[in-house]
C-alpha cells in the first residue's frame, strides 16, 4: 500500500529543519519514529506534502536527570524508557508505559516526542506526562519556549504545537523523597489501543499523607485527560480504601469515552474507575518502597 | 556495488525521488527510489528479496519484520530513504555458507511454523531478541515476540524454537564440524 508521493528532506540540524517547516507553511509534517504517522498516510489519512526526517539531527536521543528535572530528547524510543536505570527507579509510570506502548518492534522506532505531540487520545504518554505535570520545550522560528503538558492537548491530533515548531524534549519535576508513580492500561491485545488506562504520580509524606497527586487517563475522551477533580481529592488523603475509591469515582466523572469495539461508554467509564483505584494503590505502594 | 536495472534505464531525480545507498545482507546497493516506497516494497520488488513478507500491511502482524542496524523494524511501516547510509538484514541473510542460522534450525526442528507465512519475521524478531537476551525465559521470549502474530502455532513451538536456538548459541563451537 503505498501513500500518496512527497518531497522528502533529511536535515541535520534543527535549524534547518524549522527553516523547512515554515518554508513549507503547514503542508509538511516532522517525521521521527513515523509508527502513527505512515500508517495515516498509507490511509490518507495524512498528505502531508513533505516530511521532514528529524532522524539525521544529533543530540535529541537523550535521557537525564538534572537538579531539577528529568530530561527526555524528542527522539528517544519508547522501548528506551523500559530500559532506562533511571527511569525505572524514580519515574516508574514512565517505564510502564514504555512497556505497554503497541508493540516491542513498534517500540524500537516510535519516539517519545511522537508520541507525546501527535495529539492521539489513545497514545499513552500524553496521560503520563499530564500525570507528571511535565513540560515539553518547542523550538520554532522564533526561539524555544515551553508548554506546560497540562495546556498542550486541544482535541483530538489538535495540540499547542505550531505548523513549524518542533517538540524537542519533555521535562519531567524532579522526583522528590518519598515519591511514587505508576501506568497500567487495559488493552484487548499486545498492539492495541487502551480501553481505557490510567497513569498516576503522588508523593507520600512522612506524616503518610499524599501530596502532589496527578492522574492522568488514556483513551476515555478527544484527548488525554488529566482528571484534577481525583487528583485534587487524594492531596492530603492517606489513601484508605474509601480514598481509593473515591478517586476512582472523580477520575470516572472526569472522563468522556465513545463507545466502539472496546466496549460501551458505561463500561469504559467503569474501567476507569477501577483502573485508577489500583493504579492510585500501586503509586502508593511504590512511594513507600514497594515494586 | 550493485545498482538495479530500474535505476540504469532511468527515472530523472526530481524532488520526490532520491537515490539512496543500503546495505541489504552484506550486499551494498545504490537506488534512486520514488519518496514514497516502503521499505518493504523497496526489499521485495526492487532487490527481489521476496522473504520478508507483507501480511497486515499495517504494522501489527509482523511479518515484515527485518533489521536495520541490527534493530526490528516492520518494514510496512518505513520508508525506504530513511534507510540511506544504513545496514538492512533480511531472512536471506540468515544462512550463511549453506548453513542454517540457529534461529532456522530451531524453527525446522521444533516446528515453529505450519503455514510459514509469519516465519521470516518471526525468524528476524527472534535473532533480534537473542542477541539482546542470550538465555530468555519463556515469559520474555512470549513478550519479545508480542509484535509478531502467528495464526496457525499457537506459538507454543515458536518459543521452542527460540530456546532451541538459544541453547545452541551458547553451545562452545565445535571444531572440525
Redesign the interface.
Known sequence: ????????Y?PTTLDEAIGLLDQHQGEAKV?AG??SL??MM?LRLAQPAA?V?I?RIPDLSYVREDASALAIGALTRTAELGRSDVIRARYAILADAGREI?????R??GTVGGNLSHGDPGNDLPACMLALNAEYVAQGPKGRRTIPARKFYQDSFVTALGPSEVLVEARVPRAGPGSGSAYSKMERK??DYATAAVGVRLAVAKSGAIEGAGIGLTNVGPTAIYAAAASDFLNGKTGSAADLEKAGELAASASAPVADNRGPVEFKRDMVRVWTRRTVAHAIARAKGGA | MAIDVEEVTGSTPSTTTRTIHVTVNGVAHRSTIQNRMLLVHYLRERLRLTGTHIGCDTAHCGACTVLVDGTPVKSCNLFAVQVDGRKVDTVEGLEKGGKLHPVQEGFHLEHGLQCGYCTPGMMMASVALLARNPNPTEEEIRRGLSGNLCRCTGYVNIVKAVQHAAKKMQEPAKGGA
Open positions: 500500500m503505498y501513500p500518496p508521493n512527497f518531497e522528502y533529511a517525521l513515523g509508527q505512515i500508517g498509507k516530511l526526517d532522524n503497541a508493540d516491542p518492534t513498534v524500537n522506532w499486545v498492539g
